[in-house]
C-alpha cells in the first residue's frame, strides 16, 4: 500500500477498501447507487468511471452469482481499484479495466453486459469551483467524460432490454433524459434524494432500459442522512 492510502472498513461483509488519504474518497451517492441496483441471478455487470472501485465491491456482496467489471481512465485510480478487489478476493469476479469510455469498444465487445452502473462526474466545465487536485477534478467536472459519452458507452456494451442505473445531481437530470432519449435508453424510474423532505432534493437515482419502452414512473423520495456510514445508510435507506 502507498504511505498516502489507508484501509477503511465498510463494516459490511468484512468489505474493506483503500481510499486516498487527501483525495478520491466515496461517498453517499456511491453508496445509494448500489442500493438502488438491482440484480438477478447471474448478470454481467459494469460500473463505467468505478472510481475506487467501491459500487462492484458492494455490489458483489449483495449478489454473489454475477460478475463485475470496472472501467477507470485515470492509471493510478484504476491501480487502487485493482488493490481493493484483491484484498477483498474478489478477484475472480471483479476486473478492473484501466480505459475511456469513449472508446469503450476497445475493451468490452458490443452487447456484453446485463446492467451498467455509473456515478458520473456531476459538473459541467466551467460551472462550479475546480477542485485543485486533478483526480477530485476529475471525479466531480466533465474534464475527461461527459454525461453523454458516459450513455453512449452503456447503450454500446447492453444488451437489448439491459438496464442502466446512474446517480446524479437533480440539475443535471435534464441532460441525462436528452441523452438516454438519444441512445436509445428509455428512462423507467426516477427517485430522488433528500437530506430533509422539506427540502430540495439533492441527488436523483436512475433506471433505464435498452430499446424500453415508454413508461417513467417517479418513485417515494428517499431520505438519507449523507453524514452516515455505509452500513448505517445500507440499515437505514430502503430502496
Known sequence: M???????????????????NDSFRFGTDSILLSLFAELKGKQRVLDIGTGSGIIPILLSYKNLESLFAGLEIQDHIADMAARSVSLNNLNDRISIVRGDVKNILDYFPKASFDVVVTNPPYKKLGTGLMNVNESNAAAR???LC?????????AQVLVPKGTLYMVNRPDR???????????KLEPKLIRFVHSKLSSSP???????????????KVGTPVLVDPNLSCKMIEEKVNL
Not at 461527459?146 to 452503456?154: L, P, R, S, Y
Not at 439533492?202 to 417513467?216: P, R, V
Request: aromatic share 6%; proline share 2%.
Open 202 to 216: 439533492i441527488l436523483f437515482l436512475l433506471k433505464a432500459n435498452l430499446y424500453g419502452g415508454e413508461n417513467l
Open 146 to 154: 461527459t454525461i453523454e459519452d458516459i450513455v453512449k458507452g452503456a
Open 141 to 143: 467536472h466533465e474534464i
Open 2 to 20: 502507498h504511505p498516502d492510502e489507508r484501509i477503511e472498513d465498510l463494516m459490511i461483509g468484512n468489505l474493506r477498501i483503500i481510499q486516498k
Open 173 to 183: 437530470l435534464c441532460d441525462t433524459l436528452v441523452a438516454l432519449r438519444k441512445y
